[in-house]
Nanobody, 125 residues
């Protein structure tokens, strides 16, 4: 069984910083993508930052220059990503979900999507 375990989040004032971490555990063969989405009530879940095993990171335009995703997914031994969020704005408040596309041991050619349980980020003055 694969799990995405999130940590971090919380409450911060505008302009502040927070860090989110996500660790994938279980019988993992390879991770193709791993990163973060967010969702506010009444809106669709949106991609925030997504890293790939090719070494690329795709950021939402709204967070470019403020958020940084770290974690070397080019190595199969790295199953953790961290999202460093700086200069937080009111509109960054949401539930943040860790997301991964990965294959499991014994089924290395089959990639499936996995989601974490979500962690709340509150930005308020």
């Amino acid at each position: 069984q694969v799990q995405l375990v999130e940590s971090g989040g919380g409450s911060v004032q505008p302009g502040g910083s927070l860090r989110l971490s996500c660790a994938a555990s279980g019988s993992i063969a390879a991770i193709r993508y791993m990163g973060w989405y967010r969702q506010v009530p009444g809106k669709e879940r949106e991609r925030v930052a997504l890293g790939s095993s090719a070494g690329t990171v795709d950021y939402a335009d709204s967070v470019k220059g403020r958020f940084t995703l770290s974690g070397d997914l080019t190595k199969n031994t790295e199953n953790t990503v961290t999202l460093q969020m700086a200069s937080l704005k009111l509109e960054d408040a949401a539930v943040y979900y860790c997301y991964a596309v990965l294959s499991r041991t014994g089924m290395s050619s089959v990639y499936n999507e996995y989601w974490g349980q979500g962690t709340q980020v509150t930005v308020s003055s």
